[in-house]
């Protein structure tokens, strides 16, 4: 099997049957819910929370199934500056349970376009993402290729690819994209949500394609290796984007909108055209994305329809 990080990945590692993969989503859900509602108290400048528990326990074959597996979070999003959704000693117990769930890689996302406008914002929340995985050098990997991954595995250490959602942190500067590659950044988005110079997003209601500018980025994320994710972006500027780029192109997070038909979730045109392009689709875990009803708990029967 073709990896987007450009090496080969051991197929027979991955969910044999569609029995395997019901069990595997039902435990993933589980550990979702059961995770945050039990162990970590998200603490803002509003006060403190905590979820209600997940009533849909997992099975024991499911667990078993996971450890096994290459499963992979394609977006792990904690902000570690100001505003910070996790407090500083709930890191590392937030990633001890990724590994005894039995996550092997995470995409782990320190920034966005939302809240983070220049470089040195970006860096400045990597930074603090850093000094934690630098504390337990035995527990953490940042790779950049899938050979790294699989040392990292082989090592018995969860393996940490960066994500920045958006463009500015490159300041229209195309090296950057070089440099925050280096830093262990695996992919970043062309757009989050609204319109912005390399073309629109999934909150414009008409979306005039991929710009000039789009074109040169994407081709810059082919130069340096930067995987092209078009989570969050318009539906004509994904499919542009998709022809234009020579790598395969991924949606980090986003369910079917024949499903739910809300603006964050892509088309089965987008799905298809990702499908050729060699990239893959994953889906997140929002219930409100996956069901319009807002449901409390997300269910294998609903991110299933979305399959």
């Not at 590659?181 to 979306?207: P, T």
């Not at 078009?230 to 984007?241: F, K």
């Not at 949606?251 to 038909?261: D, F, G, K, R, T």
């Not at 089965?268 to 929002?286: F, H, T, Y």
């Amino acid at each position: 099997m073709r990896s987007v990080l450009g090496d080969s990945v051991d197929s027979g590692r991955l969910v044999e049957s569609l029995d395997d993969l019901v069990e595997t989503l039902a435990f993933l859900f589980t550990y979702s819910s059961e995770f945050v509602s039990n162990i970590v108290v998200y603490s803002n400048k509003y006060g403190e929370f905590k979820m209600t528990e997940n009533p849909y326990p997992a099975s024991d074959r499911a667990k078993e199934i996971v450890k096994k597996s290459m499963t992979m979070d394609t977006l792990l999003s904690i902000a570690g500056v100001d505003g910070q959704q996790i407090r500083d000693e709930q890191y590392h117990p937030y990633m001890d349970d990724c590994l005894a769930t039995g996550f092997k890689v995470i995409g782990l996302c320190p920034s966005a376009d939302s809240g983070m406008h220049t470089f040195m914002d970006s860096l400045k929340a990597w930074e603090w993402h850093l000094s934690k995985l630098n504390e337990r050098p035995d527990k953490y990997k940042i790779v950049r290729t899938a050979k790294d991954i699989h040392d990292a595995v082989a090592e018995g250490k969860l393996a940490i690819t960066l994500v920045h959602q958006g463009i500015q942190a490159f300041e229209q500067d195309f090296d950057r994209i070089g440099i925050m590659r280096q830093l262990g950044f695996g992919y970043c988005l062309l757009v989050y949500n609204s319109r912005d110079i390399a073309g629109d997003g999934c909150m414009v209601k008409e979306d005039g394609g991929l710009t000039g500018f789009g074109q040169a980025l994407v081709e810059a994320y082919n130069k340096w290796g930067m995987i092209v994710d078009v989570t969050h972006v318009g539906e004509r500027t994904s499919l542009d984007a998709i022809e234009v780029s020579s790598q395969p192109v991924i949606s980090s997070h986003s369910p079917a909108y024949a499903v739910a038909p809300y603006q964050r979730c892509i088309s089965d045109e987008v799905i298809q055209a990702i499908a050729r392009s060699g990239g893959v689709s994953s889906i997140n875990m929002c219930g409100y994305m996956l069901d319009l009803s807002n449901p409390d708990f997300v269910t294998t029967d609903m991110i299933f329809k979305h399959i």
